[in-house]
């Protein structure tokens, strides 16, 4: 791997442990909540071989649905104590709730990450019983969090679509008054490309790795800040062109650095 792409690589997780500690700040970990904390499942004395084990207080003699987490990141980025707050809301849902930490690139392979995950599984599987686990009730979750009262879907200028085919997708995109992504945690963001890409206007989380790679052809919003009005913003204007970034990216240059990352 060139000593370019090693920078770049360190750079973004250097950048995204800086907005993770200051998004930590603004949450507080729930009552109820039993955790364990850095439970090797490899015994190497390596913090990315460690997990966390979450359980609802006053349940420790019910055998109980299963959750695992792994977070994500893009390969490069993220860490289980970025999914800390998450995983104690999921376990106050009446769930065990393993989050598992693994090394990233360009530390390691894919394949040695594909590894550490796996020999994690093995072992949730082998000492499930002693976490109360129940082995035939074992969650992956996609999509809508499990738990959110936020109550959105029932505002009256919201619509809730569910899933949407590849057309439909093109189609709202191409034909939106702006493409929203409050994102505060991406180890790239291909969402908004595909927008830019329509010809919507973007407005993005206003974290650094999203800056670096949409630049001025974005606008960014905190995300914590509800008092925002996305007309006056786009107002403002003064954008660059889409193709400024759109330029810079293709899925065969990414398939090229991949494969250059993967064979050397």
């Known amino acids: 791997m060139s000593n370019f792409m090693t920078k770049n690589f360190y750079k973004q997780r250097e950048d995204f442990e800086k907005s993770a500690a ?5 949450f507080s970990f729930p009552d109820g909540v039993v955790e364990s904390r850095d439970i090797p499942y ?5 913090k990315e071989h460690l997990m966390d084990v979450y359980r609802p207080q006053g349940k420790e003699n019910e055998t109980l649905p299963v959750i695992i987490n792994i977070h994500g990141g ?3 980025i993220g860490n289980k104590e970025f999914n800390r707050y998450f995983c104690a809301r999921l376990c106050l849902l009446g769930y065990v709730v393993f989050s598992v930490e693994y090394r990233l ?3 390691c392979s894919v394949y040695d990450q594909f590894s550490d995950v796996s020999t994690a599984m093995t072992f949730i599987r082998d000492n499930l019983s002693s976490y109360g686990g129940n082995p035939d009730k074992i969650y992956v979750l996609s999509g809508k969090p499990l738990g959110d009262d936020s109550g959105v879907e029932k505002l009256d200028n919201v619509i809730c679509t569910g899933y949407v ?5 093109r189609a709202l995109m191409q034909y939106c008054r702006a493409f929203l992504f409050p994102s505060t945690y991406e180890g790239f963001g291909i969402p908004p490309m595909e927008a830019l890409c329509m010809g919507a206007p973007v407005v993005l989380g206003d974290i650094p790795v999203l800056h670096e790679i949409y630049g001025n052809a974005a606008y960014y919003v905190d995300c914590d800040n509800a008092d925002i009005s996305i007309e006056q913003l786009l107002k403002q204007g003064g954008r660059e062109a889409p193709e400024t970034v759109l330029s810079r990216y293709s899925w065969e240059k990414s398939a090229r650095i991949m494969m250059e990352a993967l064979t050397k």
């Open 22 to 26: 200051v998004r930590d700040k603004k």
């Open 42 to 46: 490899i015994a190497d004395g390596q």
């Open 74 to 76: 893009g390969l490069l």
């Open 105 to 107: 690139v360009p530390d």
């Open 165 to 169: 085919s590849d057309s439909e997708a």
